[in-house]
């Protein structure tokens, strides 16, 4: 009699697979942690910042580090410590808001052109190729102009940026969602799915949707941090969000002065450094995730 000797292994669903896959990154694990330390920050900003973000010393400006205020003072006399501490949560907001309403309409637009195809994909993409053609930067510059001086709430400069960012620049996710749906549907999966008739919703929500997960993701964290890009360097440039409104792109564009950027690089060194640390942070939790949940590479 021959005995079959059975492995026994823990059998994990993909998600977990995923997760435990993404904690055993490093990199991704270490950029994830500064994420949420800053994250965390500008949550907690009004407690912990020691002075407010708009009150104005003028004998002070453009003043050195000192006790008082931990990296000096800007040109308008206001404390960049503070500022800075409350800068992350414009900053990251808006790039979030963005993200999550560019990718909501990307992937919806992409889904439906790629699974029905015929007539339907011909009229969105070509909508999809208006929008990508449509010069962003112009058209948020006139409109923040245009408007800027009509809305008293410093706020709403945000939510026009906000809004000119994702009516957009939601182009390039739709087309690279509906080069992917396109692709699963040639796999045995989707015809299997087809040749039973299984509706439509349950073939895109639990089908091709899990399948394309990955790409979706490293999208979002490419577009997030690109998002965050934008909004400094439109605020540099004068055309992002309100000045009252600390920001990292506000920050930079009140260090512009030669002096400042000669002899105090306190004042806009680190807004600048935050901006580059957090985008790379973004980037490497992306790849993390694109890795961890790349079907193909699951044992």
Do not use: C
């Not at 087309?175 to 349950?202: C, D, H, M, W």
Request: no cysteine.
């Amino acid at each position: 009699m021959i005995e079959h000797k059975v492995n026994k292994q823990k059998l994990y669903s993909p998600t977990r697979t995923a997760f435990k896959k993404f904690l055993k990154n490093k990199i991704a694990m270490a950029s994830l942690i500064f994420l949420i330390i800053v994250i965390i920050i500008s949550v907690i900003a009004p407690l912990i910042a020691p002075l407010p973000i708009n009150q104005q010393d003028l004998l002070n400006i453009k003043g050195d580090m000192s006790a008082h205020n931990l990296l000096g003072t800007d040109s308008g006399g206001r404390d960049n410590f503070s500022r800075l501490l409350f800068a992350g949560r414009v900053s990251l907001a808006i790039g979030f808001t963005s993200t999550v309403g560019m990718i909501i309409i990307g992937v919806t637009i992409g889904v439906i052109s790629g699974y029905f195809g015929g007539i339907v994909d011909t009229i969105l993409m070509r909508v999809t190729e208006f929008v990508m053609l449509f010069p962003f930067l112009i058209f948020a510059i006139v409109l923040n102009t245009a408007l800027g001086d009509k809305i008293k709430n410093p706020y709403g400069s945000a939510i026009i940026l906000i809004f000119v960012i994702i009516i957009l620049s939601w182009g390039g996710v739709a087309r690279l969602v509906r080069g992917k749906v396109l692709q699963e549907k040639e796999n045995e999966y989707f015809l299997a799915a087809k040749s039973i008739s299984t509706p439509t919703y349950k073939i895109i929500l639990k089908h091709l949707l899990p399948n394309i997960l990955s790409v979706i993701i490293v999208q979002a964290t490419l577009t997030f941090a690109g998002m965050i890009v934008v909004e400094s360097g439109l605020s540099f440039l004068g055309f992002g969000i309100s000045k009252s409104i600390p920001s990292w792109g506000n920050m930079l564009s009140d260090a512009q002065e030669g002096d400042i950027i000669s002899s105090k690089p306190w004042i806009w060194m680190p807004p600048a450094l935050m901006i580059m640390f957090t985008i790379l942070s973004i980037n490497f939790v992306g790849e993390g995730l694109k890795d961890a949940f790349n079907p193909k590479g699951r044992k």
